[in-house]
């Protein structure tokens, strides 16, 4: 048969199938429904740039597109709401990387790119991907879920840890195996944030998720919702922290994106970067042994705090900060092993940025001319201390 016999069959077949599978439309309806499926399932395997934003920017995209049942900020994706519309997606869940998280949408937006929080970028380490759909009625409800709170230089408590866990799972939230989880502290535990001095400049508690139990059988992902999810928490964990580049500091509802600014600004961001340019590869590898140790100077005012601040913060590393005068002692002895226990804290929340302010002072002279044994006897003892303790 020559080909247009054949086109002519192939179309009276594919007639007489739209008859039987859709009577009560004429037959030529099918193919121009196949095409706009055919498009809606190409537009759905659109890639997308993802871009970090800081908790209270995806906080407010929620709330304010009315999307207020949703406080899960560790894992919402928000995509522009014109783009969901034009698909006429019904799902509520999408799937990056294999792990789901919760889908929002957003007016103002633009298309090719998806909006996640700092922590969710760090979980999923990727900056641009194609997106997959599903409901959240499809995800598994775990039975059980161990949690271990990271390790930090302050003093917790297992009444605060508890708190937080609770109030966090009281609604509905999804976990992943080896996700970190942001706790704002602010929020879910405000008692603790206003009487508890020792908790100064502490904004969130990070905990990883460690296994998720549906009945007997472990599971990557799942719901987890107090009350329905027995929580279990294991001892600390050390682990790097989520990256923060930017806060944000006013809502623009032009452009959300100008809502943050970076971290070390005004000028401070190519001393930073040199910084960490110069510490990363150790985070990578250190097989030589080597540890970094920088002298920031500048006078009072000039930026040196916001400097140490914005590396432990884009590299992920807590900021153990102290000041020489709680190092210092009138006795040599002393500060030498006021040095060796603050050495040994730093280690217990590694990976950590020891900050000392007013460094030079634990190098002042005793007498006159004492000056250059002040100086080597100081440096000496921090090159054993890194030595002995192995931080």
Known sequence: MDAPSDLKKGASVLCYVCRLRFPTYPPHYFPLYMLFRYNCIR????????????????ERLIIRDGATFNDDINNTLVLSKTYLQSLAIGED??????????????SGIPEDRAY?????????????????????????????????????????GSALVDSLVTNYFRSLKIACVGDVISVELERYAPEFRYTNGKLHGLRFVHFRCNRLLVGEVGREFG????????IKQSANVQSFLPAV???????????????S???????????????VKAVRPFLKSNAIKLRPAFLVLGAKGSGKSTITSAVASSLGLHLFAT?????????????ESKLRHLFFKAKLCSPCLVHIKNFEVLA????????????????????????????
Do not use: M
């Open 93 to 106: 869940v999408v799937v990056i990387n294999t792990k789901p998280a919760h889908l929002v949408g957003a």
């Open 261 to 275: 600014i970076d971290c070390c600004p005004y000028g401070l961001r190519v001393y930073s970067d040199r910084v």
């Open 223 to 230: 719901v987890v919702v107090l009350g329905e999810t027995s």
């Open 43 to 58: 537009r759905r395997q659109k890639a997308f740039e993802l871009v970090a934003l800081p908790y209270e920017a995806i």
């Open 323 to 335: 000041t020489s005068g709680e190092i210092n002692a009138a006795v040599y002895a002393q500060t």
């Open 364 to 391: 002042l002279p005793v007498t006159p001319f004492d000056t250059h044994a002040g100086l080597s006897r100081i440096s000496g003892k921090i090159t054993k201390d890194f030595t002995t303790i192995g931080f």
């Open 245 to 259: 580049i930017s806060r944000t500091v006013t809502f623009d509802p032009a452009d959300c994106e100008r809502w």
């Open 116 to 156: 996640i929080s700092d922590t969710l970028h760090h979980n999923r380490r990727v900056n641009s991907t194609t997106l997959a759909y599903t409901t959240l009625s499809r995800l598994p409800k775990a039975d059980e879920v161990d949690l271990s709170a990271i390790s930090t230089c302050h003093d917790l």
